[in-house]
T-cell receptor
């Protein structure tokens, strides 16, 4: 399957600081990447859809000024958590969509996730 | 009501058992369906896509019933390594299919020796 990497795998930061998470598709080009958040014992919740060369589309209730997304190339999307607070502590996972024109099934492959702890 | 619903379990089964998970979805416009597997503190990994005609991959069989809007996953001859959370995932589809996936909360499987 397609390989997606994320960096860093875990990070601890102080309240008020910003944290940048990188998501890379290693062996394919991804015009669309997705950012999710998962709290303990809960399912993945989509935060935003990141499209290469255009603005991200945020889900309802997700603050776009707090979670900055940049998708500058076909293999890299970044999520910056600005002015992080303890309630932002979570498991952040990106995914990249693999699909060819004419198909209606779009399989997504996930990065290994970034565990963020804000103290 | 959640858009994708699963019984969270846990399902505790002995090695070698056959176990089935069901999942229901509420949006009739949903087009694509998947089962993902997630191990503790890890990312989800695609187990299999679910096709209308049903499909099988080794010990795993997936079925889709569009009329009743449910998806199933059958695991035969369970192995200890099958212990994980199984996520039912649906792509909403629609005219502007962005590939957005909706996740169920997952069903936890524990296979005991």
């Amino acid at each position: 399957g397609a390989v997606v990497s994320q960096h860093p795998s875990w990070v601890i930061c102080k309240s008020g600081t910003s944290v940048k998470i990188e998501c890379r598709s290693l062996d394919f080009q991804a015009t669309t990447m997705f950012w999710y958040r998962q709290f303990p014992k809960q399912s993945l919740m989509l935060m935003a859809t990141s499209n290469e060369g255009s603005k991200a589309t945020y889900e309802q209730g997700v603050e776009k000024d707090k979670f900055l997304i940049n998708h500058a190339s076909l293999t890299l999307s970044t999520l910056t958590v600005t002015s992080a607070h303890p309630e932002d502590s979570s498991f952040y996972i990106c995914s990249a969509r693999v699909g060819t024109s004419g198909r209606t099934i779009y399989e997504q492959y996930f990065g290994p996730g970034t565990r963020l702890t804000v103290t | 009501r959640k858009e994708v619903e699963q019984d969270p379990g846990p399902f505790n089964v002995p090695e070698g058992a056959t176990v089935a998970f069901n999942c229901t979805y509420s949006n009739s416009a949903s087009q694509s369906f998947f089962w993902y597997r997630q191990d503790c503190r890890k990312e989800p990994k695609l187990l299999m896509s679910v096709y209308s005609s049903g499909n099988e991959d080794g010990r795993f069989t997936a079925q889709l019933n569009r009329a009743s809007q449910y998806i199933s996953l059958l695991i035969r001859d369970s192995k200890l390594s099958d212990s994980a959370t199984y996520l039912c995932v649906v792509n909403r589809g629609g005219s502007s299919n962005t590939g957005k996936l909706i996740f169920g909360q997952g069903t936890t499987l524990q296979v005991k020796p």
